[in-house]
């Protein structure tokens, strides 16, 4: 990869996510052949986590272990990074600990923070600004299933939030067609739309609509998140009224095309965002994006830490 670092879909070239899908292919069918990679071996992967996650802790984990190398969870309690340590003096030591560094966090100032002061790769696991795994993932999953990206039709329902952001940047990158359909205040904020029209080489495949149904009709997938993000939770109250009206559900699909795939990056909050008849559909490609972020992950860090060695 050109870039040391992941800190936003913007680090990446198209050249490298070309090549990170075409590793996370390797990876998966040597998986899934029980074919035993230890290519990390003898490597660390540093996990601090201000913010929890099941998914993202056990498929980096999981991810090291079945590559070889070893992973260290780090909670905010471990290190309360910027108040019992600045935030360079934490990336100065575990550069000298480890040979990659996963933050998962709030301020994405934090993410930008710690790499610049880091010498080893870092990669955003999560930040309130944007979560690039998650995009790579989900685009790889669509392209896993459709069989080419070339033409695609993604409609996000809901919060203009990381998730939606990122999924903006990473279509507008392949050229991949993305509505969004949210509630007043809730949208992609401005300054994000306009980047995403920069990125794209055709402005029009990005596009903040109010109605549902028509940010769906046509589209090959419709992805929804969760109305209440972490750290929101002292909106719910006025979130689940405001999103009212943007529920992923068989009324809504009925305005779909047939055979559309339904994503969501999960955790689901089944009866809000999300219906049980949808989410557990034959449509519904929730668990594989969910496993491939295993793969795809192993791919980022064979090809970060690797690239840094200069040994892949």
Request: charged content about 25%; aromatic content about 6%.
């Amino acid at each position: 990869m050109n870039n040391k670092n992941l800190v936003t879909i913007a680090d990446l070239s198209v050249k490298d996510i070309d090549k990170l899908f075409a590793l996370t292919v390797r990876m998966k069918e040597s998986h899934k052949n029980k074919q035993t990679d230890h290519s990390l071996a003898g490597k660390t992967l540093g996990m601090i986590f201000e913010k929890s996650s099941m998914r993202t802790r056990v498929s980096f984990e999981v991810a090291m272990t079945q590559l070889g190398g070893h992973a260290i969870y780090l909670t905010k309690q471990d290190i309360n990074l910027g108040e019992r340590e600045s935030i360079k003096d934490v990336a100065a030591i575990l550069s000298r600990y480890v040979d990659c560094i996963a933050i998962r966090t709030f301020a994405h100032e934090t993410v930008t923070e710690l790499a610049s002061h880091s010498s080893v790769p870092v990669i955003n696991a999560l930040s309130d600004y944007t979560h690039p795994c998650q995009a790579l993932t989900d685009l790889y999953t669509i392209k896993e299933k459709i069989g080419r990206l070339d033409g695609v039709k993604l409609a996000f329902v809901g919060d203009g939030n990381n998730v939606a952001r990122s999924l903006a940047f990473l279509c507008a990158k392949l050229e991949v067609s993305f509505k969004i359909a949210s509630p007043e205040n809730y949208e992609l904020p401005l300054e994000s739309l306009e980047i995403a029209k920069r990125i794209a080489k055709t402005s029009s495949c990005i596009e903040q609509l109010r109605d549902p149904v028509e940010a769906i009709k046509d589209a090959d997938i419709i992805y929804t998140d969760t109305w209440i993000s972490m750290g929101r939770e002292k909106e719910s109250i006025i979130r689940r009224k405001d999103f009212k009206g943007y529920q992923v559900n068989g009324s809504l699909l009925a305005s779909a095309k047939e055979g559309v795939f339904i994503m969501h990056c999960l955790p689901a909050h089944r009866g809000e965002e999300i219906t049980d008849e949808v989410i557990d559909s034959p449509n519904s490609i929730v668990y594989d994006q969910a496993e491939n972020r295993l793969h795809l992950q192993k791919a980022l860090l064979n090809l970060l830490i690797c690239n840094e060695k200069n040994e892949y």
